[in-house]
Protein backbone atom coordinates (compact mmCIF):
# COMPACT_ATOMS: atom_id res chain seq x y z
CA UNK A 1 0.00 0.00 0.00
CA UNK A 2 1.66 3.70 -1.44
CA UNK A 3 1.07 6.21 2.28
CA UNK A 4 1.08 9.55 0.75
CA UNK A 5 3.75 11.99 1.94
CA UNK A 6 2.29 14.80 4.40
CA UNK A 7 3.68 17.85 3.85
CA UNK A 8 4.04 20.93 6.20
CA UNK A 9 5.73 24.72 6.43
CA UNK A 10 7.76 25.08 9.42
CA UNK A 11 9.86 28.35 9.58
CA UNK A 12 9.12 29.43 6.00
CA UNK A 13 10.44 25.87 4.76
CA UNK A 14 8.19 22.73 3.63
CA UNK A 15 9.57 19.57 4.91
CA UNK A 16 7.98 16.17 4.08
CA UNK A 17 7.09 13.25 7.08
CA UNK A 18 6.54 9.93 5.60
CA UNK A 19 5.32 8.91 9.19
CA UNK A 20 2.63 6.84 8.69
CA UNK A 21 -1.05 8.18 9.73
CA UNK A 22 -2.82 4.68 10.01
CA UNK A 23 -2.05 0.82 11.63
CA UNK A 24 -1.64 -0.09 8.13
CA UNK A 25 2.03 0.72 7.82
CA UNK A 26 2.19 -1.66 11.06
CA UNK A 27 0.42 -4.38 8.83
CA UNK A 28 3.31 -4.15 6.73
CA UNK A 29 6.17 -4.33 8.81
CA UNK A 30 7.51 -0.69 7.94
CA UNK A 31 8.41 1.59 11.04
CA UNK A 32 8.76 5.25 10.32
CA UNK A 33 11.05 8.00 11.87
CA UNK A 34 9.26 12.01 11.29
CA UNK A 35 12.06 13.38 8.99
CA UNK A 36 11.42 17.15 10.37
CA UNK A 37 14.37 18.96 11.60
CA UNK A 38 14.85 22.40 13.17
CA UNK A 39 15.61 24.81 10.40
CA UNK A 40 16.09 27.88 12.79
CA UNK A 41 19.86 26.68 13.24
CA UNK A 42 20.65 26.67 9.57
CA UNK A 43 18.33 29.77 8.91
CA UNK A 44 20.69 31.84 11.40
CA UNK A 45 23.89 30.45 10.13
CA UNK A 46 22.72 31.62 6.34
CA UNK A 47 22.26 35.18 8.14
CA UNK A 48 25.70 35.24 9.72
CA UNK A 49 27.49 34.15 6.44
CA UNK A 50 25.34 36.97 4.53
CA UNK A 51 26.31 39.28 6.85
CA UNK A 52 29.66 38.67 6.57
CA UNK A 53 29.39 38.68 3.13
CA UNK A 54 28.02 42.46 2.73
CA UNK A 55 30.62 43.54 5.35
CA UNK A 56 33.81 42.27 2.84
CA UNK A 57 31.92 44.16 0.72
CA UNK A 58 30.82 47.18 2.15
CA UNK A 59 34.85 47.56 3.12
CA UNK A 60 36.19 46.82 -0.72
CA UNK A 61 33.77 49.33 -1.76
CA UNK A 62 34.69 52.30 0.38
CA UNK A 63 38.31 51.34 0.07
CA UNK A 64 37.67 51.76 -3.58
CA UNK A 65 36.15 55.13 -3.07
CA UNK A 66 39.35 55.97 -1.47
CA UNK A 67 41.45 55.41 -3.87
CA UNK A 68 39.36 56.77 -6.20
CA UNK A 69 39.04 60.16 -4.28
CA UNK A 70 42.59 60.01 -4.03
CA UNK A 71 43.43 59.62 -7.34
CA UNK A 72 41.28 62.41 -8.42
CA UNK A 73 42.62 64.33 -5.98
CA UNK A 74 46.14 63.93 -7.50
CA UNK A 75 44.70 64.55 -11.26
CA UNK A 76 43.26 67.74 -10.16
CA UNK A 77 46.40 69.06 -8.20
CA UNK A 78 48.53 67.74 -11.95
CA UNK A 79 45.95 69.91 -13.70
CA UNK A 80 46.70 72.81 -11.61
CA UNK A 81 50.37 72.88 -12.21
CA UNK A 82 49.78 72.24 -15.55
CA UNK A 83 48.04 75.56 -15.37
CA UNK A 84 50.74 77.06 -13.21
CA UNK A 85 53.79 76.23 -15.83
CA UNK A 86 51.70 77.07 -18.85
CA UNK A 87 51.27 81.03 -17.15
CA UNK A 88 55.00 80.83 -16.57
CA UNK A 89 55.59 80.25 -19.89
CA UNK A 90 53.50 82.61 -21.29
CA UNK A 91 54.82 85.34 -19.22
CA UNK A 92 58.57 84.40 -20.15
CA UNK A 93 57.56 85.01 -23.60
CA UNK A 94 56.05 88.23 -22.96
CA UNK A 95 58.98 89.43 -20.94
CA UNK A 96 61.66 88.39 -23.35
CA UNK A 97 62.50 85.43 -21.43
CA UNK A 98 62.98 86.86 -18.35
CA UNK A 99 61.69 84.60 -15.60
CA UNK A 100 58.99 86.09 -13.25
CA UNK A 101 60.35 87.37 -10.11
CA UNK A 102 60.44 85.05 -7.49
CA UNK A 103 61.27 86.85 -3.85
CA UNK A 104 60.68 85.49 -0.32
CA UNK A 105 59.97 88.90 0.79
CA UNK A 106 56.32 90.29 1.71
CA UNK A 107 56.24 94.21 0.69
CA UNK A 108 57.63 93.03 -2.80
CA UNK A 109 55.67 92.12 -6.00
CA UNK A 110 56.04 88.58 -7.57
CA UNK A 111 54.49 85.79 -9.31
CA UNK A 112 52.48 85.59 -6.26
CA UNK A 113 52.82 87.70 -3.17
CA UNK A 114 53.35 87.25 0.50
CA UNK A 115 53.22 84.52 3.12
CA UNK A 116 50.52 82.26 3.86
CA UNK A 117 51.18 82.44 7.49
CA UNK A 118 48.69 84.71 9.43
CA UNK A 119 46.70 86.68 7.91
CA UNK A 120 48.30 86.11 4.35
CA UNK A 121 46.66 83.32 4.19
CA UNK A 122 43.34 84.34 2.86
CA UNK A 123 44.18 87.07 1.32
CA UNK A 124 43.59 86.65 -2.51
CA UNK A 125 44.84 89.81 -3.33
CA UNK A 126 48.21 88.14 -2.81
CA UNK A 127 47.05 85.82 -5.41
CA UNK A 128 44.90 87.27 -7.94
CA UNK A 129 45.15 91.35 -7.88
CA UNK A 130 47.32 92.73 -10.87
CA UNK A 131 49.22 94.72 -8.32
CA UNK A 132 50.18 92.15 -6.61
CA UNK A 133 51.06 89.24 -8.52
CA UNK A 134 52.31 88.97 -11.90
CA UNK A 135 50.79 85.56 -12.57
CA UNK A 136 47.59 87.56 -12.43
CA UNK A 137 46.74 88.31 -16.01
CA UNK A 138 47.64 84.63 -16.53
CA UNK A 139 45.78 82.92 -13.86
CA UNK A 140 42.66 84.61 -12.35
CA UNK A 141 41.22 81.70 -10.05
CA UNK A 142 43.21 81.80 -7.23
CA UNK A 143 41.81 77.84 -6.06
CA UNK A 144 44.66 76.89 -8.95
CA UNK A 145 47.38 77.86 -6.50
CA UNK A 146 45.82 75.08 -3.77
CA UNK A 147 46.14 71.95 -3.44
CA UNK A 148 42.76 70.08 -3.69
CA UNK A 149 44.05 67.30 -1.14
CA UNK A 150 45.47 69.93 1.34
CA UNK A 151 43.12 69.98 4.28
CA UNK A 152 45.79 71.86 6.84
CA UNK A 153 44.21 74.93 8.37
CA UNK A 154 45.77 78.43 9.47
CA UNK A 155 44.34 79.77 13.06
CA UNK A 156 43.61 83.89 12.40
CA UNK A 157 41.52 85.18 15.97
CA UNK A 158 41.37 81.38 16.94
CA UNK A 159 39.22 80.56 14.06
CA UNK A 160 40.82 77.99 11.03
CA UNK A 161 41.04 78.77 7.88
CA UNK A 162 42.06 76.77 4.65
CA UNK A 163 45.22 78.49 3.09
CA UNK A 164 45.08 79.46 -0.17
CA UNK A 165 47.86 78.75 -1.90
CA UNK A 166 49.83 74.94 -1.40
CA UNK A 167 52.71 75.48 -3.73
CA UNK A 168 55.95 77.20 -4.17
CA UNK A 169 58.02 77.82 -6.47
CA UNK A 170 62.01 76.65 -6.61
CA UNK A 171 64.43 79.64 -5.04
CA UNK A 172 66.73 79.65 -8.37
CA UNK A 173 64.23 80.87 -10.65
CA UNK A 174 63.64 84.16 -11.07
CA UNK A 175 65.14 87.35 -11.91
CA UNK A 176 65.21 88.69 -8.74
CA UNK A 177 66.18 85.30 -6.98
CA UNK A 178 68.02 85.48 -3.77
CA UNK A 179 68.65 81.86 -3.55
CA UNK A 180 70.01 82.56 0.21
CA UNK A 181 70.04 78.87 0.83
CA UNK A 182 71.36 77.83 -2.18
CA UNK A 183 73.61 79.96 -1.94
CA UNK A 184 73.70 81.54 -4.88
CA UNK A 185 77.40 83.12 -5.94
CA UNK A 186 76.94 86.50 -4.70
CA UNK A 187 75.99 85.26 -1.16
CA UNK A 188 77.92 82.37 -0.74
CA UNK A 189 80.66 82.65 2.03
CA UNK A 190 84.61 82.12 1.60
CA UNK A 191 84.88 77.85 1.61
CA UNK A 192 81.25 77.53 0.25
CA UNK A 193 80.10 75.72 -2.90
CA UNK A 194 78.10 78.25 -5.08
CA UNK A 195 74.98 77.56 -7.12
CA UNK A 196 73.53 78.75 -10.37
CA UNK A 197 70.63 80.95 -10.09
CA UNK A 198 68.41 81.75 -12.97
CA UNK A 199 67.50 84.95 -14.91
CA UNK A 200 66.48 83.68 -17.91
CA UNK A 201 64.47 80.82 -19.25
CA UNK A 202 67.60 80.60 -22.11
CA UNK A 203 70.27 80.29 -18.79
CA UNK A 204 68.41 76.86 -17.96
CA UNK A 205 70.14 74.23 -19.87
CA UNK A 206 68.47 70.99 -18.74
CA UNK A 207 64.77 72.18 -18.30
CA UNK A 208 63.54 68.01 -17.79
CA UNK A 209 66.07 68.49 -14.50
CA UNK A 210 64.91 71.66 -13.18
CA UNK A 211 61.79 72.13 -11.04
CA UNK A 212 59.79 75.23 -11.10
CA UNK A 213 56.80 74.76 -9.12
CA UNK A 214 56.78 72.04 -6.30
CA UNK A 215 53.71 71.32 -3.87
CA UNK A 216 54.91 72.24 -0.07
CA UNK A 217 54.51 70.95 3.00
CA UNK A 218 51.77 72.73 5.74
CA UNK A 219 54.88 72.23 8.11
CA UNK A 220 57.42 74.65 6.34
CA UNK A 221 55.05 76.54 4.00
CA UNK A 222 55.30 80.39 4.04
CA UNK A 223 56.81 82.62 1.47
CA UNK A 224 56.34 81.87 -2.46
CA UNK A 225 60.04 80.62 -2.94
CA UNK A 226 61.47 76.86 -1.73
CA UNK A 227 64.19 76.70 -0.74
CA UNK A 228 66.66 73.87 -0.72
CA UNK A 229 70.26 74.26 0.81
CA UNK A 230 72.53 72.67 -1.65
CA UNK A 231 75.02 69.85 -0.74
CA UNK A 232 78.29 71.32 0.59
CA UNK A 233 81.82 69.75 2.08
CA UNK A 234 81.63 68.85 5.53
CA UNK A 235 78.06 70.29 5.94
CA UNK A 236 74.70 67.78 7.19
CA UNK A 237 72.64 67.82 4.87
CA UNK A 238 69.07 68.84 5.94
CA UNK A 239 66.00 70.52 4.09
CA UNK A 240 65.15 74.25 4.62
CA UNK A 241 61.51 73.91 3.14
CA UNK A 242 59.99 69.98 2.87
CA UNK A 243 58.15 68.93 0.51
CA UNK A 244 54.59 67.75 0.61
CA UNK A 245 53.73 64.11 0.36
CA UNK A 246 49.51 64.64 0.23
CA UNK A 247 48.97 61.83 -2.49
CA UNK A 248 50.13 58.50 -1.15
CA UNK A 249 53.33 59.77 -0.36
CA UNK A 250 53.74 61.78 -3.44
CA UNK A 251 54.07 64.96 -4.04
CA UNK A 252 53.59 66.82 -7.55
CA UNK A 253 56.03 69.25 -9.44
CA UNK A 254 56.56 70.95 -12.30
CA UNK A 255 59.46 71.37 -14.75
CA UNK A 256 60.75 74.34 -17.13
CA UNK A 257 60.47 71.59 -20.05
CA UNK A 258 56.25 71.99 -18.85
CA UNK A 259 55.87 68.39 -17.73
CA UNK A 260 54.64 67.82 -14.33
CA UNK A 261 55.27 64.43 -11.85
CA UNK A 262 53.67 63.56 -9.18
CA UNK A 263 56.69 61.61 -7.44
CA UNK A 264 57.01 59.45 -4.79
CA UNK A 265 58.83 60.56 -1.81
CA UNK A 266 60.87 57.02 -0.24
CA UNK A 267 62.43 58.40 2.77
CA UNK A 268 59.97 57.94 6.00
CA UNK A 269 61.58 60.99 7.82
CA UNK A 270 60.36 63.38 4.95
CA UNK A 271 56.79 63.71 5.77
CA UNK A 272 57.73 64.97 8.91
CA UNK A 273 61.03 66.65 8.54
CA UNK A 274 61.58 70.66 9.55
CA UNK A 275 64.09 73.51 9.19
CA UNK A 276 67.43 72.59 10.17
CA UNK A 277 66.75 68.73 11.16
CA UNK A 278 69.39 66.04 9.75
CA UNK A 279 68.54 64.67 7.05
CA UNK A 280 72.06 62.56 6.19
CA UNK A 281 71.42 60.11 3.51
CA UNK A 282 67.55 61.23 2.74
CA UNK A 283 67.39 60.00 -0.73
CA UNK A 284 64.25 62.37 -1.07
CA UNK A 285 66.44 65.50 -0.48
CA UNK A 286 69.18 64.08 -2.43
CA UNK A 287 67.00 63.87 -5.46
CA UNK A 288 65.19 67.46 -5.00
CA UNK A 289 68.90 68.88 -4.64
CA UNK A 290 70.04 68.00 -8.19
CA UNK A 291 66.53 68.96 -9.62
CA UNK A 292 67.18 72.46 -8.06
CA UNK A 293 70.20 74.11 -9.41
CA UNK A 294 74.11 73.10 -10.70
CA UNK A 295 77.35 73.95 -9.10
CA UNK A 296 79.44 76.36 -10.58
CA UNK A 297 81.98 77.37 -8.63
CA UNK A 298 84.46 74.81 -6.38
CA UNK A 299 86.07 76.51 -2.99
Keep these: ?55 ILASLAVA ?3 QSRSKARTIACENNFHQMILAWELYNGDNQERLVSNVHLD ?39 HCPA ?14 LRSVSMNQAMGYESYAVWLPSKALARPGQQAFKTYR ?17 SEITINDPAFAVEMPQK ?24 GHIEAHKWTDRRTPNDHYNRDS ?3 EDWQWLAKRTSQQISRP
Excluded: K
Aim: hydrophobic letters at 40%; zero cysteines.
Design 1 to 55: MDIPPQVSEISGRFTINLSPTSDSANDHGMSYQSTQHNTQGFALMELLVAVAIIA
Design 64 to 66: GIA
Design 107 to 145: LTTGWVRGSVRGLGATNLLNLIDHRQALFAPYIDVASVY
Design 150 to 163: DESLETINNIDYLR
Design 200 to 216: FSTDIQEPSDRFIFIDE
Design 234 to 257: DQPARWVDVPATRHGSRGVLAFAD
Design 280 to 282: EGN
